[in-house]
Every structure is written in structure tokens, then in C-alpha cells.
């Protein structure tokens, strides 16, 4: 079933406030950039924001080179002002699918430059200690995949293999790893950058929007919401979202609702898809100028990601738009939460463009 617009919000929706919660600190001199696809979680009231990637040395389209990283920033929850203490995780990683567990946080895949990794990381704290272990190593390399938990069960859905998308759908068991992971029912469709969060209350994982990459060069942007039953183990469609998303967050809210913040729409990523692919075709130099230079204008003017909030009602499948933050809401990160507080932290906000802000929402 399709849906053009959201339905208008109603009484007893839950309500959400927006702040500037901390800013990553300066390093070597310099003030931070932010990351996109930083590792992220929370274990012990601590918050980790660790690895991702950023262009110290200028945009990708004047040169600039990608730079991977393994320093990691912890800070206490119910510490204000917030204190952010500088750790180091075991390697250079970024784009890793992150969940929160009871015994630790989950950091799956990801990438450091030379394509996807298959590593798995658990970090968690012993009395403010980090204690970091590395958990059986995913069945294929995966860079841009998705992380939930429902207890000591980790899911991790879709990614971009080395060759292609996929549609994989694993669980690993914290309490028994000797099993490693677990293939579970395919997802409906190849996808990565998609957003995956559980309802332990219900026995269910919801999967929203995403995109693949195609041979043409132009990505499928999704609107396509999938449903899995933990007993049944099985996908359901549910009601689209109104518009294709990629690269958001998103969050459970109680028993009932799914929140997306942001997301990416895919205009001014299809229009910069579409030239590179019309550059590597064209033979031409000077036409292949022409388009270097067209393809460098669009992404220099992005003008950053959608800043809405998009609530899913479970118990009626229905999409309602609950407001804009008047902060720019960041994609390629993943967001966290601990009772009423959501924390989103870094993240890209335009093209190449990070933030070292970690936003915190708290739900009335």
C-alpha cells in the first residue's frame, strides 16, 4: 500500500525536543571535524563514539582523500556537562553496523579504505574500564549494513558485500557465540544504508527505506518497510514510507511507535550518481571536463540532508510527520537510546561535509 502524504499527528504521539548535547573534542591541534559512520553506542551509562571517516585534507571532488580512524571518545550519560574521554579501538574502521546490548556494544563490518571487513567487535565498560573483545567474524565482508538486539541476540541486515548488495539477514547469540552467525530468512530485496530497530515488547525487527546500488550508476532509493517475526521468521510488507530514504536513524519509541530522523532523499545523490556515471562513459576529454565540473557544482551546493522526523504507529500502520528539528540532522551514524533520551552522534550533514556535534533528543 502506498502512501503520498503523512497523515496528520494526534493527540498522545510522542513529542520530541532537540539539543546540542556535547561536541567532539579538538585533535592534534585542530578542531574536529566530525566522522561519518562512527561506531556508536551505549553500555554502563557510557556513550561511545568511535572510528569513522572524514576528509581532513579537502572535498573529494578537489582531491581530498578519505581518512579512516581508530580513536574513540566515551562519555557518561548522567555526567553535566558531558566529559569526553579519548580511547582507541583495535583497528581503523568506519560505516560498521552498531547495536547496544546488555553485555556490551556491537560493531559489525564496516570498512578502512580497502573494502568491506568481515571483523566483530564487542566493547563494553568495566567501571568506566574499556574492555574490548572481538566476537565471531561475519560469514562475508560488509560495509553500510544494520544492527539491532533484542537481549543477547544480535541481527545484522543487508550491507554492500565487496561485489553487490545484499539481502543477508544473520543473528548471533552473546550467550553462545560458539555458533557464530546464523543465516536467517532473506530480506525481501538487496539493501544497505537502511535503518533496522527491534520491538523486544512484540518479537519484532522493522526495516525502513535504504537504497542498492545499481550497474547503471543511478542508486534505488527505498520507501519499502519490512516487518520480521522472530517466531515465524518471516518478512511482511508494511505501509510505505512517504518518500524514499537512505543513510537515516531511527529509534523505537515504547511498544508503538518507529521514529526516522532524517535521512537522505536521494536528489542531489542521483544527480551526482548520474554524472559519474556520464563521465565514465564519455571518450571525449573536453565533454568529460564539462561534466567533472557539473557533477563538483552539485555536490559543492548540497544542500544537506532532510531535517523531518517520520513516526511509524505500529498497532494502526500508519506514517505521521511529528515535526523538523532546527538542528541539521545527520546521516551515516547511528542513533541511540536510553529510556527517554536519544543521542545522534557526528554523522555527514551535506557531502562530504561532517559535523563533530552530538545531538540529544528527548522523548515527552
Known amino acids: 500500500m502506498q502512501l503520498i502524504a503523512c497523515h496528520p499527528r494526534h493527540e498522545g504521539q510522542p513529542v520530541f525536543q532537540w539539543k546540542q548535547y ?87 563490518g564496516g570498512e578502512a579504505g580497502d573494502g568491506p571487513l568481515n571483523f566483530v567487535l564487542l566493547v563494553r565498560f568495566d567501571q568506566s574500564r574499556p574492555v574490548i573483545a572481538f566476537l565471531p567474524a561475519l560469514p562475508l565482508e560488509l560495509t553500510n549494513a544494520a544492527a539491532a538486539a533484542i537481549g543477547n541476540d544480535v541481527y545484522i541486515a543487508g550491507g554492500e558485500s565487496r561485489t553487490a548488495v545484499s539481502a543477508r539477514f ?27 530497530v527491534a520491538m523486544p515488547e512484540k518479537g519484532k525487527i522493522f526495516l525502513a527505506g535504504g537504497r542498492k546500488k545499481t550497474q547503471g550508476g543511478v542508486s534505488d532509493l527505498y520507501r519499502n518497510v519490512f516487518e520480521y517475526d522472530l517466531v515465524t521468521n518471516h518478512w511482511t510488507e508494511k505501509r510505505r514510507l512517504p518518500y524514499a530514504l537512505s543513510a537515516g536513524t531511527g529509534a523505537m519509541i515504547g511498544d508503538r511507535y518507529m521514529a526516522l530522523f532524517g535521512g537522505d532523499k536521494g536528489v542531489a545523490f542521483h544527480k551526482t550518481e548520474a554524472l559519474i556515471a556520464a563521465i565514465s562513459k564519455e571518450q571525449d576529454p573536453v565533454k568529460q571536463q564539462v561534466l567533472k565540473e557539473e557533477k563538483n557544482r552539485v555536490q559543492i551546493a548540497h544542500p544537506g540532508f532532510s531535517n523531518e522526523i517520520l513516526l511509524y504507529d505500529v498497532e494502526n500502520d500508519l506514517w505521521t510527520l511529528a515535526g523538523k528539528s532546527s538542528f541539521s540532522i545527520p546521516v551515516t551514524t547511528t542513533a541511540v537510546t536510553k529510556d527517554h533520551r536519544i543521542w545522534i552522534p557526528s554523522g555527514e550533514i551535506k557531502a562530504g561535509v561532517r559535523t563533530p556535534v552530538i545531538l540529544e533528543v528527548t522523548i515527552k
Open 22 to 108: 556535547a561536541v567532539l573534542p579538538s585533535s592534534n591541534g585542530r578542531a574536529s571535524l566530525g566522522y561519518a559512520g562512527p561506531a556508536v553506542g551505549i553500555h554502563q551509562n557510557l556513550l561511545l563514539i568511535g572510528g569513522g571517516a572524514n576528509f581532513p585534507n579537502g572535498m573529494p571532488w578537489a582531491g581530498g582523500r578519505k581518512e579512516y580512524y581508530s580513536e574513540a571518545y566515551i562519555t557518561g550519560i548522567e555526567t553535566d556537562p558531558p566529559t569526553l574521554r579519548k580511547i582507541s579501538l583495535p583497528y581503523k574502521v568506519a560505516y560498521s553496523a552498531n547495536c547496544s546490548t546488555p553485555a556490551g556494544i556491537v560493531c559489525a
Open 170 to 196: 544473520f543473528k548471533l547469540n552473546l550467550k553462545d557465540t560458539s555458533k557464530g552467525w546464523q543465516p536467517l530468512r532473506d530480506i525481501p530485496h538487496p539493501v544497505s544504508h537502511t535503518v533496522l
